[in-house]
């Protein structure tokens, strides 16, 4: 079995020969044996109790609270959350930093694509950038709760054509209504849009809005604070106040 010196077991570990001394003297990290001339000799376990013991460092915790966990009956349960605590921790921490690093590329991209650019461009390409999934999931519910409608339009066409019976087909004018006005009411209700003269963010009524000429993400509209009228790029409401 290995043996590991004081400053062998600091280095493996990313610490100094002073701090292993020191968990020596504060009795949660004791040699497993000593040599003929006096020098401490730490053991493989002994090893794995000192990676623990850094672990539970990094983590904050405070020497009497190491002590306290080692000498628990079980302390590898106490420590098994620890890990699990931590490792969720990291997790969210990666996911928000995966998350900037992708909004940091979008503004690159988003500023590659202008010939010259100011603040109010890089603020334009920012609020695009903050609803970009809002809006898609909205518009995916959109779809999802759609495609029952679609489905009763065809079940009623056919039943007319084969059977003959109409009514089904009165039904989904009636559902298709009822629908069709809701969505409406709650897409107009979470956009707004971004005009390209000066950069403000604004709500159109929704008769303007419904009539309006438009392309999946912008409308022809007036801008509210400008008069500007033209293609608006359209953008995250929040909760459409």
Same mark, same amino acid.
């Given at each position: 079995?290995?043996?590991?010196?004081? /400053?062998?077991?600091?280095?493996? %570990? /990313?610490?100094?020969?002073?701090? +292993?001394?020191?968990?020596? +003297?504060?009795?949660?990290?004791?040699?497993?044996?000593?040599?003929?001339?006096?020098?401490?000799?730490?053991?493989?376990?002994?090893?794995?109790?000192?990676?623990?013991?850094?672990? @539970?460092?990094?983590?904050?915790?405070?020497?009497?609270?190491?002590?306290?966990?080692?000498?628990?009956?079980?302390?590898?349960?106490?420590? #098994?959350?620890?890990?699990?605590?931590?490792?969720?921790?990291?997790?969210?921490?990666?996911?928000?930093?995966?998350?900037?690093?992708?909004?940091?590329?979008?503004?690159?991209?988003?500023?590659?694509?202008?010939?010259? *650019? #100011?603040?109010?461009?890089?603020?334009?390409?920012?609020?695009?950038?903050?609803?970009?999934?809002? @809006?898609?999931?909205?518009?995916?519910?959109?779809?999802?709760?759609?495609?029952?409608?679609?489905?009763?339009? $065809?079940? #009623?066409?056919?039943? $007319?054509?084969?059977? /003959?019976?109409?009514?089904?087909?009165?039904?989904?004018?009636?559902? !298709?209504?009822?629908?069709?006005?809701?969505?409406?009411?709650?897409?107009?209700?979470?956009?707004?849009?971004?005009?390209?003269?000066?950069?403000?963010?604004?709500?159109?009524?929704?008769?303007?809005? *419904?009539?309006?000429?438009?392309?999946?993400? !912008?409308? =022809?509209?007036? %801008?509210? !604070?400008?008069?500007? =009228?033209? *293609? %608006?790029?359209?953008?995250?409401?929040?909760?459409?106040?």
């Amino acid at each position: 079995m290995s043996k590991y010196t004081t /400053g062998e077991i600091a280095k493996r %570990c /990313g610490v100094t020969v002073r701090t +292993v001394q020191y968990y020596d +003297v504060r009795g949660i990290l004791i040699p497993s044996e000593l040599s003929e001339g006096g020098r401490r000799l730490y053991s493989e376990d002994d090893l794995k109790r000192m990676k623990i013991i850094c672990f @539970l460092r990094e983590l904050e915790l405070p020497i009497d609270a190491i002590a306290q966990i080692l000498k628990e009956e079980h302390p590898e349960k106490v420590i #098994s959350l620890l890990i699990e605590q931590q490792e969720n921790a990291l997790s969210d921490e990666i996911h928000e930093k995966q998350e900037k690093l992708e909004k940091l590329r979008e503004l690159k991209n988003g500023l590659k694509g202008q010939a010259a *650019f #100011s603040l109010e461009s890089i603020g334009d390409i920012a609020v695009l950038m903050e609803g970009k999934k809002k @809006l898609k999931k909205m518009r995916w519910m959109m779809i999802l709760t759609g495609i029952p409608v679609k489905a009763l339009q $065809w079940f #009623s066409i056919i039943f $007319w054509i084969v059977k /003959g019976i109409w009514w089904p087909f009165l039904v989904w004018v009636l559902v !298709a209504a009822v629908w069709g006005t809701w969505v409406s009411r709650y897409y107009f209700h979470h956009v707004k849009y971004l005009c390209p003269e000066c950069h403000e963010v604004f709500k159109p009524t929704l008769k303007e809005a *419904f009539w309006a000429n438009h392309t999946p993400t !912008a409308r =022809k509209l007036t %801008c509210t !604070a400008c008069g500007h =009228k033209g *293609f %608006c790029v359209e953008v995250w409401g929040g909760d459409g106040k």
